[in-house]
């Protein structure tokens, strides 16, 4: 038997899982005592993971996974693999800039850390989800300055140029491919549509088709949305609500945000 599980969310049955040594509720009186002890949590506030999605701006090309036969490549060539970024160094850091001033946010007075985020303290609720709003509104305004007028389409081209660019480098003169050394927005949606349409995958990629490289990094770039308003829009700033183990609180006394910074350790 195999398990999936979900590092933001912790399971509600811990018995089915593989992992878990935790001891199951077996009577309604530690059920009662657990519930009524999640309920007290929910008063003082509640665990959340902080995430802001849609910045992931960077694939890894690495010619080693791909099971290209080897008198396709250069015997010489090194490394054999490269992070490829969407954005330059500078956009880069400003961005991640973001992702610390939202932790900024968490301190002593409004919440504690715990190993997968924090718990937020429901007096400052509110206060959370303006920043969160304002945080948002902050992102988009600084990616509309930096990025627009085409600037998005051309960063999107050049990391796929860059990937090209790697590939020929690479190639020896036995690879049947066709290495373009300028591409168009055209190319990548329109190379984009045939995979959707032909249900074509990473994994099924024939690395004899001279149209190879460009196949094999329009699927590496697939999370890179094709105009800057998507972009815009896949960028948000979430607040995970994490659930816990009613098996966690049976045998507890939650009082005050002491004994819950006592269970978040023990856990």
Known sequence: MSELTNP?????????????????????SQFDNALNNLIKISEFGAFIQLKIQGLHTMYTLDLQELDVPENFLKSNHSPTSMNISLFPEEIRDNLQRFSDEAKSFFTDKNSFPTPSGFFLYRSHFTLWKHFAEKMKKSIDEYIYSALSHGSYTQHLIQSIIDGLHFIRSAASPDAPWEISKSIHLKDIETARNKQEGTYETLHNLKNTDPRFPLKLLVFKTQHFPLSLSHFISHVQVYSIFKSIHLEFLADRSIESIRDIKELVQDI
């Open 8 to 28: 933001q969310q912790l399971s509600f049955f811990s018995e089915l899982s593989l992992k878990s040594d935790i001891k199951s509720i077996t009577n309604l």
